[in-house]
Every structure is written in C-alpha cells, then in structure tokens.
C-alpha cells in the first residue's frame, strides 16, 4: 500500500514505516485475530519504535527485523493484558475479499476458504512464522530475531508450520 | 537472544530452499508450494486505510506535538539504568559524607585555631566564676585588705570592704603545653614562647633550648597573669602541632585569707603597742614598747610578703611549656591557612574520598552484581510470561 510521506519527520524512520506498516498491521492480525487490537499493536510498535530509534543496533540483524521484535512484543503484552485470544476464527473483511481476488472462479474461492481455515487451525507459534514468511517475507535470520533463537531453528521452526499448514490445506474437512 | 547454531537437516534445507523459491516466484519452484504461497498471500490481512491514514498523521507528528524529535528515556530511567540510579544516590549520599568529613576535621590551618579556641572557651567558662578579676585590682586588694582596718575578719578586704560583697575567690592555675613541631623548627617556636609570653604581659622565670642538626627539645616554665592566659595559651598554641595541653586550678582562697588575716592581727597589734607607747609613763615601760614595735615591724613586713605570694599564685598562672622536635615537616601551620594547609587539606580529602570509595564498592559491587541478576531474571520472566500468552491464544 502505498503511503504518502510530505514531511518526514526522520528520513529513516519514515521509510522503515512506509515499508513496513502493512506487514507489521498483518503480523499483528495473524497474531491477535481482532482487527481493533491489532491496529492498536500496530500503532503502539511503531511508536516504540520511534522512541527507541537510539536502541536499533545493526550488528544484531536489521532494521526490519528489529521491528518485528517491537511488533511481537507489543502484540504478546496485548494478549497477556486482554487476557483472552482473539474471539474472530475467520475475519469477515478477509473473507468477503478472498471471493473478489480469485483467479478462475469457484475452485480458487474454495481453495483459499481451506487454506484460511487451516491458517485458523494452526498453533499460534505455526500461525506467526506463516505470517513473518509469508506476509512479512522475513528471512530466516531475520525470524530467528524477532524470535530470539538461533537461524537454524527458526529455519526448522519455519519449515515445520509450512509443512503442517500444507498437511491442514490437503486434510479433509 | 541468540541460541547456538547447528546445522540444518538436509530435508529441512531443501524444503526451506523450494519455500523460498516459490515465496520468490521462481520458475522452478514446486508448483503445490507455489500455489499454497498465493492463497496464503491472498488471505494477509490488510489494513483499513483510515487506520493507515491516522497512522501516517501519528508518525509526522511524531507521536507528540508537531515538531517534537525523537525522544530517548534518560539511560536511567531504562530498566538497566535503575542499578545506575540507586548507585548514582549512594554515591551522592558519599559525596555529602566526603564533604561532611573534610570541612569537619580536615583543615589543617584551622585545626590548632579551633582546638585552642574550643580550649580557650571551655577553660574560660569553666573558670569563669572563680578567676581573679584584672591584676591590677587583685593586686590591691590584699593592700586595701591590709589598710582597712574595718574590713571583716573573715572576708579577704574586696574593693570598698562591704559586707554585701561576696569573698573574691583567689584561684591558682597552671598549664602544661606540649608543642611537637618539625625538629628544624625548635628554635623559631622557642623564640615565639618567649616573645607570646612577653606579648601577654608575662615572663619566662626559666628556660632551657636544646637543638642539633637533627633534633632539639625546649622547656619553659612561664608566669602569665591569669587574665590573660587564655589568650596566651590560644596563640601559643599557634606556634606549633600541640601534643598535649594539661589544665588544672586550685582555689588558694583560705590561703589568701588566713595571709591577710595574720597582716591584719599584726596591725591591729601595731595600733595597740602604739596606743600603749603613749601611755607609758617610764623608761623602761618606753624602751620595752619599742622594742615590740620593732618586732612588730618585722612581722608585718614578713606578713605582707606571705601576702603578696599569694596574691601572685593567684595573678600570675604557671605554664610549663616543653617543646619536642618531633613533628613531621609540614605540620608547622603558623596560624594562617596557607597552600601548604591547603594542599595538605586536598591530599586528606582525597585519602578520605578514597578510603569511602573503597567501602562504598564493597558495598554497592554485591548490590550491582544482586541488581543484574534481578534485572536478568525480570527479563527472562516477562519473556516466559510472553511466550506463554502466546501458548494460551487461540
């Protein structure tokens, strides 16, 4: 999505959040399932991170990466201060989009109600390396930052929630 | 956190390798991996686009009022910064300690000026009720005591003898002052007894300067009228380091008393053996008298001396001065506060500054190392409580 920036308060900051408020929002929905929260989570990451520009280090892994750290931990300190998951298995905006975007027809619309339904059906840890590598395209050094573990195990991690999201999407109904 | 790396299984590194060439788009990648990337990416969430308009209107704003810059929390106000925030308090609690301790007993050049004012004070206020008035008015009094003859028997003859008057009490003090200055510097501070005594209105009655090269040693026995040893006493310890300074009193007033009382009897005597003289009527009764008058005499002058002794143990204090030269070189602080007291005074601050540095690592180094544990510990705590509100989401 393409947002304006006028006057960007800080050239770096500014392009780090024009490249990556979509990403963050989408990572932040995955993990919470309600859009409210997950708009707040968004906002309240990107204001840490505005804050905090001081603390980025390079030396331990990217800007974006560093991000989706501050985005994972706001969305964590949300569920633990809601003390409740979020209510929504299937968002209705996704859904009623899902239709409009297929590519030939029924087939396709089926297709991703079951992929939809399988990324519902996922652990929570599965749901949110599907959306670092697919949503966010993170790398898997760059998960295994936000995730604070080693690239080999996010690597792992990441192969294991593709390889059960693909068994959940060919699983029947 | 970053955990140790190891290497990847095969299976997992080619699976990771067609997930990244289907996330690619690539030609080749597996077309099932392929098709599952496009229906995921179908099914991203996507922002509402007033979310994303508020959202851009926060960050030019820069999440405050217009034109604020990026802020960044004072190092101790972060969690890390809270072990240099009670660190930074203990040090400045130090520092008020430090600064306590070196204006309390580090100045040198002070150092005798106070101790011998605090001498002066307290002896002053200890003799306060019983020291002898001016020396020229105890000096009178036992003549006064002598010359009227209607003062009381028992009263030593106070100015203008009234029995309203309270006795003056006669006190007889004496001083022992030790002075250790550098071995150098016997001479000058003999000199200085000699010429403060002077100064005072005293004398030295004897004295004794031993010196060498390396060594010397100087005793004094000096007689300062009483009024004005105090003063005396406070610039002789000026001279040099003072290694001790011994005060005692004895009231002598009986003595003064029982002295004017015999001088008065011998007058009293003098005036009868005259009033007889005129009486007598013959020679021998004349030439007997006389010679009474004549011994009486005798025993009123020896009277008045036994007298005027004692008004002098009352005048005129004893101070015995010994002076040793045993002081380091440097002590001398000849009364002002020069850079030599102050470059003394810096070097005990800084001794003192440092021995509490000392004491206050002791201290605040287990502190530190108690608060980094508990920092860590609280880190990994609201890691685990993270991970776990991740666990429990549906």
Same mark, same amino acid.
């Given at each position: ?39 707040? &989570? ?42 409740? %998951?979020?209510?929504?298995? &299937? ?23 079951? &992929? ?35 690239? %080999?195990?996010?690597?792992?991690? &990441? ?15 | ?26 030609? @080749? ?14 099914? #991203? ?44 308090? !203990? ?39 019983? +020291? ?19 003062? !009381? ?55 004794? *300067?031993?010196? +060498? ?7 004094? *026995?000096?007689?300062?009228? !009483? ?14 380091? *003072? ?19 015999? =001088? ?33 005499? +005798?025993?009123?002058?020896? #009277? ?45 601050? =800084? ?29 990994? @705590? ?13």
């Amino acid at each position: 999505m393409e947002l304006s920036t006028t006057e960007p308060t800080n050239a770096r900051f500014d392009a780090l959040y024009r490249e990556n408020a979509s990403d963050v929002f989408a990572y932040a929905m995955t993990l919470l399932r309600d859009r409210a929260a997950a708009e707040d &989570v968004t906002a309240a990451a990107f204001e840490r991170a505005y804050r905090r520009q001081a603390s980025y280090d390079a030396r331990r892994g990217t800007r974006r990466a560093w991000l989706f750290g501050i985005a994972r931990n706001a969305a964590l300190d949300e569920l633990r201060r809601r003390r409740r %998951s979020a209510a929504l298995l &299937v968002d209705p905006e996704d859904a009623s989009g899902a239709g409009s975007s297929g590519d030939d027809g029924g087939e396709a619309a089926v297709r991703r109600a079951a &992929v939809r339904a399988a990324l519902a059906g996922l652990d929570p840890r599965d749901r949110e390396l599907v959306a670092l590598k697919f949503h966010a395209g993170l790398s898997n050094a760059e998960i295994a930052r936000v995730l604070g573990v080693s690239e %080999s195990n996010a690597g792992t991690r &990441v192969h294991r929630a593709v390889t059960r999201l693909r068994k959940a999407c060919h699983a029947p109904s | 956190m970053r955990r140790r790396d190891l290497p990847l299984d095969p299976e997992v590194q080619r699976g990771l390798r067609e997930l990244d060439a289907a996330l690619a788009a690539e030609p @080749a990648a597996d077309p099932d991996l392929a098709l599952l990337v496009a229906d995921v990416r179908a099914a #991203r969430p996507e922002a509402d686009p007033a979310f994303l308009a508020a959202l851009d209107a926060k960050v030019h704003a820069g999440f405050a009022a217009p034109g604020a810059a990026p802020r960044r929390r004072a190092a101790w106000l972060r969690p890390g910064g809270v072990l240099f925030l009670g660190a930074g308090g !203990s040090l400045a609690a130090l520092l008020v300690v430090v600064i306590a301790l070196a204006g309390g007993g580090g100045g040198t050049g002070g150092e005798h000026g106070r101790g011998s004012a605090s001498v002066s004070s307290s002896t002053a206020s200890a003799l306060s009720s019983e +020291s002898a008035s001016s020396p020229e008015s105890a000096a009178a009094a036992p003549q006064q005591a002598a010359e009227d003859s209607s003062a !009381s028997k028992s009263a030593p003859a106070p100015a203008g003898g009234t029995e309203t008057v309270a006795p003056q009490r006669r006190v007889e003090r004496s001083v022992s002052l030790a002075l250790t200055p550098p071995p150098d510097e016997v001479q000058d501070v003999a000199d200085g007894v000699v010429r403060e005594t002077q100064a005072a209105g005293g004398y030295v009655a004897s004295s004794s *300067v031993a010196t +060498s090269d390396d060594q010397g040693s100087a005793h004094f *026995v000096l007689r300062i009228p !009483s009024a004005h040893l105090d003063d005396a006493l406070a610039r002789l310890s000026k001279l040099a380091h *003072v290694g001790s300074l011994t005060q005692a009193s004895q009231d002598i007033t009986a003595t003064f008393t029982s002295a004017a009382e015999r =001088l008065a009897d011998a007058r009293a005597e003098r005036t009868s053996l005259l009033r007889a003289l005129g009486r007598a009527t013959t020679d021998r009764q004349i030439a007997t008298l006389k010679a009474r008058l004549a011994e009486n005499r +005798s025993e009123i002058s020896r #009277r008045k001396g036994d007298l005027a002794a004692v008004a002098r143990r009352a005048d005129l204090a004893t101070v015995q001065v010994d002076v040793q030269g045993t002081g380091r070189a440097g002590q001398h602080t000849g009364g002002g506060w020069t850079p030599g007291d102050a470059l003394h005074d810096a070097g005990r601050v =800084l001794e003192v500054s440092g021995g509490i540095a000392v004491v206050a690592g002791a201290v605040l180094a287990p502190l530190a190392v108690l608060a980094a544990l508990a920092l860590a510990a609280r880190g990994a @705590a609201r890691r685990r409580r993270r991970e776990t509100a991740l666990d429990q989401a549906i």
